[in-house]
Nanobody
């Protein structure tokens, strides 16, 4: 059974950092891209980033470039989103999702989301 579980959200002050985790089970990360999305209250969900299967392609929303990065653990069962210099506009529920690729994404499985709140 394919499952994605996000964790690591919380309350952080502006300028702070968080590391979100997306734990995958039921499939191998080697063959799937992982995308991160967020949804702020009253707003539509937006794509934040996507990392390709070979780790050689990573796409980022313009507003997070230079602040957010990806990594995978050695067992390749978990993808991490490292968020630095967080801003209040980064607040929202963050979701990870599985796709066959990042260029023509076809996200078919989603996690339940983790709340990120950036506030002083």
């Amino acid at each position: 059974q394919v499952q994605l579980v996000e964790s690591g959200g919380g309350l952080v002050q502006p300028g702070g950092s968080l590391r979100l985790s997306c734990a995958a089970s039921g499939f191998t990360l080697d063959y799937y891209a992982i995308g991160w999305f967020r949804q702020a209250p009253g707003k539509e969900r937006e794509g934040v980033s996507c990392i390709g299967t070979g780790d050689d392609l990573a796409l980022y929303l313009d507003s997070v470039k230079g602040r957010f990065t990806f990594s995978k653990d050695n067992s390749k069962t978990t993808v991490y989103l490292h968020m630095n210099n967080l801003k209040p506009e980064d607040t929202g529920v963050y979701y990870c999702a599985r796709s066959s690729n990042c260029l023509i994404p076809d996200f078919d499985s989603w996690g339940q989301g983790t709340q990120v709140t950036v506030s002083s």
